[in-house]
């Protein structure tokens, strides 16, 4: 299924949003040479796995996003979400006035 930006579930949480608001989770996977760390985003359900060396420096960053992340027509520009965010920012103002 693809959708318009209008009807975007994850808008939020794309590029140019206010972003993630990643939890920490435990993590299950093992690492040789560094420290695994994981988090869960409760807006799309996303996962990111770092991996820190003994240093605290990030040496891997990966994503598992939910299965129609990318069910969009096309990539929205910074703008086009900032605009959209701005968009059903005033519709819930509105609403709840």
Do not use: F
């Not at 910074?78 to 509105?94: F, H, M, N, Y």
């Amino acid at each position: 299924m693809s959708y318009t930006i209008r009807e975007d579930p994850y808008i939020s949480c794309r590029r140019g949003g206010p972003g993630h608001d990643w939890d920490h989770i435990s993590v299950s996977r093992r690492n040789q040479w560094g420290y695994p760390v994981s988090y869960r985003c409760p807006k799309c359900l996303s996962h990111r796995h770092d991996v820190y060396d003994v240093n605290g420096d990030l040496s891997v960053r990966s994503y598992e996003r939910p299965g129609d992340w990318k069910d969009t027509e096309r990539q929205w520009t910074t703008g086009e979400i900032r605009l959209e965010l701005i968009r059903r920012s005033r519709r819930l103002k509105a609403v709840a006035s």
